[in-house]
Each structure stands twice: as structure tokens, then as C-alpha cells.
């Protein structure tokens, strides 16, 4: 089993910034890639960043120029830093991890975290 857990989120005025950690824990081989997603109240769950294992950034259009994503590969964290928050960017943020539990395993896994609590106010 894999365990996935977030930390960071909180409440912050507009324009302010928060960061948000996520930690992979278990049964891991190796990490394809991280991701955060988030979901907002009447809202689908939609990706806002991801990364691979060898540094390929895939970011929303939403969070381009605002949030960064990095990863510590030696501990299984990926970072999401966001800037210059809006009263829209209020969501539940969820870490998504894609791995491999051995070297045998040909087909990759995917575990969720429980989710963090980002809101942002006027």
C-alpha cells in the first residue's frame, strides 16, 4: 500500500501565496509522476500541475505564471507553490501519485492523498 499525504493548505487573502507539500510513502519502486488536482464545490476534479520523475512540468492555464511545481525525487515529495492567489483558486487540492510498486510490475499504479483546504478570501 501506498501512503499519500498533503500539507499547507490553509486560509490567505487574495494576491497572498501559500505551499503546499506532498509526501508518497509505501510500497514504491519508483514515481512516474506527481500531480495536483483540485476541486471546488459543483466542480469536477481538474489537474492544475504536474511532473515527472525526470522534471517535465505540465501546468494549467489557470496556474501558468502563478504556481510552481518542483519535486524531490530522493524523498518522494512534490511542491506546489502558488502565488498571487485568487478567491477562485478556493479548492480542495488532492496529490496524485503514479508509480511502480516493483521492477516486475509492468503496469503503474495511482494513489490519491485525502486532500488539503485551500481558500482564499477577498
Known amino acids: 500500500q501506498v501512503r499519500v499525504v498533503e500539507s499547507g493548505g490553509g486560509l490567505v487573502q487574495a494576491e497572498g501565496s501559500l505551499r503546499l507539500s506532498c509526501a508518497a510513502a509505501g510500497n514504491i519502486f519508483s514515481i512516474n509522476y506527481m500531480g495536483w488536482y483540485r476541486q471546488a464545490p459543483g466542480n469536477e476534479r481538474e489537474m492544475v500541475a504536474s511532473?515527472?520523475?525526470?522534471?517535465?512540468?505540465t501546468i494549467a492555464d489557470s496556474a501558468k505564471g502563478r504556481f510552481t511545481i518542483s519535486r524531490d525525487n530522493a524523498k518522494n515529495t512534490v511542491y506546489l507553490q502558488m502565488n498571487n492567489l485568487k478567491p477562485e483558486d478556493t479548492a480542495v487540492y488532492y496529490c496524485n501519485v503514479n508509480y511502480r510498486s516493483s521492477s516486475f510490475a509492468q503496469i503503474s499504479q495511482v494513489a490519491w492523498g485525502q486532500g488539503t483546504q485551500v481558500t482564499v478570501s477577498t
Open positions: 511532473i515527472t520523475r525526470g522534471g517535465y512540468q
